[in-house]
C-alpha cells in the first residue's frame, strides 16, 4: 500500500501563488509517474500536470506557463508550484502515483493510488 499526503490548498486572491506538496509513503520500490488533478463542483476530474521518473512534464492547456510540477525522487515528494492564480483554478487538487511499486512479504505489487485531495479557492 501507498498513502498520498497532500497539503498546502487554502484561499488565495487572483494573481496569487501556492505550492502543494504530496508525499508518498509506505514500501515503495518505485512509482512510474506523479501527477495532479483537479475537479471543480459539477465537473468531471482533469489532469493538471504530471511529472514521469525522468522527470518528463506534461501540463494542461489551461495552466501552461503558470504552473510547474517538480519532483523530489529521493523523498517520494511531487509539488505543483501554481501562480498566476485564476477563480477558474478553484477546485480540490488530487495527487496521483501511477504504476507504483511496492514490496511487502515477500511479493511485488504495482498499482495507481490517489490523495484524499486539497482544497484551493481563488477569490477576492
Request: proline residues 3%.
Amino acid at each position: 500500500q501507498v498513502q498520498l499526503v497532500e497539503s498546502g490548498g487554502g484561499l488565495v486572491q487572483p494573481g496569487g501563488s501556492l505550492r502543494l506538496p504530496c508525499a508518498a509513503s509506505g514500501r515503495i520500490v518505485s512509482i512510474n509517474a506523479m501527477g495532479w488533478y483537479r475537479q471543480a463542483p459539477g465537473k468531471q476530474r482533469e489532469l493538471v500536470a504530471t511529472i514521469t521518473s525522468d522527470d518528463s512534464t506534461n501540463y494542461a492547456d489551461s495552466v501552461k506557463g503558470r504552473f510547474t510540477i517538480s519532483r523530489d525522487h529521493a523523498k517520494n515528494t511531487v509539488y505543483l508550484q501554481m501562480d498566476s492564480l485564476k477563480p477558474e483554478d478553484t477546485a480540490v487538487y488530487y495527487c496521483h502515483a501511477d504504476r507504483a511499486r511496492t514490496y511487502s512479504s515477500s511479493t511485488y505489487r504495482i498499482n495507481n493510488y490517489w490523495g484524499q485531495g486539497t482544497q484551493v479557492t481563488v477569490s477576492s
